[in-house]
C-alpha cells in the first residue's frame, strides 16, 4: 500500500513567490494535517483537514492557506515568501479526525528553500 | 496550552548500552503520547504509543509508559545498535475536542549517535 505521499521533494523559490505543496493520504484516511520542520525543531502545527473543511489552525499567519479536496489530497499554500519559511514541510494523514488511537502518518516531506 | 519537554542531545552511547531519553508534558484533559523516529533525510516515522495513564507502548526494542502522576513518558531500550541512530521526538494530541484539533504538539527531539 503506498503511503503518504508530498510534492515536490524539493523546491527552491525567491522571497516574495508564493507556492503550492501537495499531498497525497493513505487510502482510506479522511484527515490530512501539515507541519512545518524547521531545521534542528520539532515539527509545528499548522492545519489539520477533514472531509474538506478546516477543523484546525496553529498559530501561522494568514499568508498560509490550505485545502482539501474531496479525494481527500490536499494543498498547501504560501503567499509572500519569506526567508524564515525554508523549513521541510511534512503532510500527515489519520483515519479520523481525532488521532489518539489511531495517530498519525507523515509523508517524508517538501524541503523548500527560500532565497 | 499543550508543550512537550525532552532532554536535549546529542545523547552519544556505545553500541549494545542502555537508552533512556527523558519526556515530560503538560497538557489538560487527557492527551495521547507518541514517541516518533526520524533518520536523515526522512520524515517522520511513528516508533511506538500509549493512549491512556499506565499504558505501555513499545516496538523494535524500544518501549515507553505513561506515567500521568509524573506527566512523563520516558523512551527506554536495553541494547541499542549503530542502526538506532537518529532524531527521537516526544509528541502528544489532545485530540478532538470539538472546539477544533490542535494536532500533534512536539518535543526539540534528541539527536542520538550509537558508535560501533
Redesign the interface.
Known amino acids: 500500500d503506498a503511503g503518504?505521499t508530498q510534492s515536490p521533494t524539493h523546491l527552491i523559490k525567491t522571497r516574495g513567490q508564493h507556492v503550492t505543496l501537495r499531498c497525497s493520504p493513505i487510502s482510506g484516511h479522511k484527515s490530512v494535517?501539515w507541519?512545518q520542520q524547521v531545521l534542528?525543531?520539532?515539527?509545528?502545527?499548522i492545519f489539520?483537514y477533514?472531509e474538506k473543511e478546516e477543523?484546525?489552525?496553529?498559530n501561522f499567519p494568514d499568508r498560509f492557506s490550505a485545502r482539501q479536496f474531496p479525494n481527500y489530497s490536499s494543498e498547501l499554500n504560501v503567499n509572500a515568501l519569506l526567508l524564515g519559511d525554508s523549513a521541510l514541510y511534512?503532510c500527515?494523514s489519520s483515519i479520523q479526525?481525532?488521532?489518539?488511537?489511531y495517530?498519525?502518518?507523515?509523508?517524508?516531506?517538501t524541503r523548500l528553500t527560500v532565497v | 496550552g499543550n508543550s512537550?519537554t525532552q532532554m536535549e542531545g546529542p545523547v552519544t552511547l556505545s553500541e549494545e548500552a542502555f537508552l533512556t531519553i527523558n519526556c515530560t508534558y503538560t497538557a489538560t484533559g487527557y492527551?495521547?503520547l507518541?514517541w516518533?523516529v526520524q533518520y536523515p533525510g526522512?520524515?517522520?516515522?511513528?516508533l511506538l504509543?500509549a493512549?491512556k495513564a499506565d499504558d505501555k507502548g513499545s516496538n523494535k526494542g524500544f518501549e515507553a509508559t505513561y506515567r500521568k502522576e509524573t506527566t512523563s513518558f520516558h523512551l527506554e531500550k536495553g541494547s541499542v545498535q549503530v542502526s538506532d541512530s537518529a532524531v527521537y521526538?516526544c509528541?502528544l494530541?489532545g485530540?478532538?475536542s470539538g472546539g477544533?484539533?490542535?494536532?500533534?504538539?512536539?518535543?526539540?527531539?534528541t539527536h542520538l549517535i550509537i558508535q560501533p
Open positions: 503518504v494535517s507541519y534542528g525543531q520539532g515539527p509545528q502545527f489539520q477533514y477543523r484546525g489552525r496553529g511534512l500527515a479526525l481525532d488521532p489518539r488511537v495517530g498519525y502518518t507523515f509523508g517524508s516531506g | 512537550v492527551p495521547s507518541f516518533y526522512e520524515g517522520l516515522q511513528l504509543k493512549t521526538f509528541a494530541s485530540g478532538y477544533g484539533a490542535d494536532g500533534l504538539t512536539f518535543g526539540k527531539g
